[in-house]
C-alpha cells in the first residue's frame, strides 16, 4: 500500500483530485454546476482520449506495414517469375543461335564437299585421364557413325571416331600418339605425317614427322591432309607449321604443328561417315583392333 501512494499513478490521481476540487469552487462561486461537470468530464476522459488513438494510430501502421510488406513479398515474386523467364529464353536463344551457327557451317562444307555424308554431334563428355584430349559425343551405331569416321569442325580436322557404341562414340584427337594423319604443306608441298607428341600434348600440339631433310617447309605454312590411304579425304584442314628441326637421327626434319581446330574447347562437331575415296581403314593400322578389344 505504502508503494502505491508513492507512485507515480496515485500522484496523478491526487492531482486530478484537486482539480477537480478547483473547479467544484470555481462552479460554485459563479453558480454554473453544468460548466463544472461539463469541463470535469473533459479533464479526466481526455487522458483516455489520447490513449486510445495513440493505440489506433498504431494499429493502423502495424496493419499497413503487414499490408505492405505483403505487396512487396507478391513484388518479389513476380520479379522472379520474369528473371527465370528470362534466362529461359536466353538459353534458348544460345541453343538455337549455335544450331544455326552449325547449321550454316554445315552447309558451307557440304557444298565444298558435296561427296561428304556428315553426321552432326555434340561433345557430351570428355576423358579427365587423357593427356590428348579424348571426348565421347551423342552419335553412334543407330547414327551410322563407324569407327575410323574423321572428326572434323569447320576450321579443321579434330580426330578420328576410336571406338563406337549404340548411342555415342569416343573420338581421340589428332594430339593423340595413337593417330597418324598424312599430310603435306601448302606450299613447299612436302608430305609426312602428323601425330601426337607426348612432350607437346600439354601445350595443345602435334608433331610433322618424316620430313625430307631438303624440305622447304617454313614457320606459318599451312598442313592439309593428303589423302593417301583413304582414311581421311584430302586437303581438310590440319594446322599451322610453328617450328622446323633437325631430327635426332639428323637424316631428316620434323616440325611442330598447332592443330587449325579448338582441341580442348570444341563443343559441337560434325562426322564424315563416307567421302569418295574412303578405304575403311585407320590411321594408325591399331585403332580398328584396339577399339574392338
Known amino acids: 500500500m505504502q508503494k502505491f501512494f508513492k507512485s ?7 492531482a486530478l483530485a484537486v482539480l477537480a476540487v478547483a473547479l467544484m469552487v470555481r462552479a460554485a ?7 463544472f461537470i461539463s469541463q470535469t468530464l473533459s479533464v479526466i476522459s481526455q487522458p483516455f482520449l489520447k490513449l486510445s488513438s495513440y493505440v489506433s494510430n498504431s494499429v493502423n501502421g502495424f496493419l499497413d506495414r503487414f499490408v505492405r510488406t505483403e505487396e512487396v513479398y507478391l513484388e518479389n515474386e513476380e520479379l522472379r517469375r520474369q528473371l527465370q523467364e528470362a534466362n529461359e529464353k536466353l538459353v534458348e536463344y544460345e ?9 550454316r557451317e554445315f552447309l558451307q562444307l557440304k557444298e565444298n564437299n558435296p561427296d561428304y555424308d556428315f553426321e552432326t554431334a555434340t561433345v557430351i563428355g570428355r576423358d579427365a585421364t587423357s593427356r590428348f ?7 553412334g551405331k543407330v547414327d551410322g557413325v563407324e569407327v575410323a569416321d574423321p572428326v572434323i569442325t569447320s576450321d579443321g580436322l579434330v580426330g ?10 569416343h573420338v581421340r584427337t589428332i594430339t593423340d600418339i595413337s593417330v597418324e594423319v598424312g599430310v603435306y604443306s601448302i606450299t613447299a608441298r612436302d608430305s609426312g605425317i602428323v601425330t601426337g607428341d607426348i612432350a607437346l600434348s600439354s601445350e595443345g600440339l602435334c608433331r610433322l614427322k618424316y620430313l625430307p631433310k631438303n624440305s622447304g617447309i617454313s614457320a606459318g605454312e599451312l598442313v592439309v591432309t593428303s589423302g593417301i590411304g583413304g582414311v581421311f579425304p584430302k586437303n581438310l584442314v590440319v594446322g599451322t607449321v610453328r617450328s622446323v628441326e633437325l631430327d635426332s637421327n639428323g637424316l631428316s626434319l620434323y616440325a611442330t604443328v598447332e592443330p587449325a581446330a579448338d582441341i580442348s574447347g570444341v563443343t ?3 562426322v564424315i561417315k563416307s567421302f569418295n575415296g574412303q578405304s575403311g581403314g585407320v590411321s594408325s593400322g591399331t585403332a580398328e583392333k584396339e577399339a574392338e578389344d
Open 8 to 14: 507515480w499513478g496515485f500522484k496523478v490521481l491526487c
Open 29 to 35: 462561486a459563479v453558480g454554473d454546476a453544468d460548466v
Open 95 to 103: 541453343s538455337i543461335k549455335r544450331e544455326n551457327e552449325q547449321f
Open 133 to 139: 584430349g579424348s571426348f565421347t559425343i551423342d552419335k
Open 160 to 169: 578420328i571416331v576410336w571406338e563406337v557404341g549404340f548411342t555415342y562414340s
Open 268 to 270: 559441337d562437331v560434325l
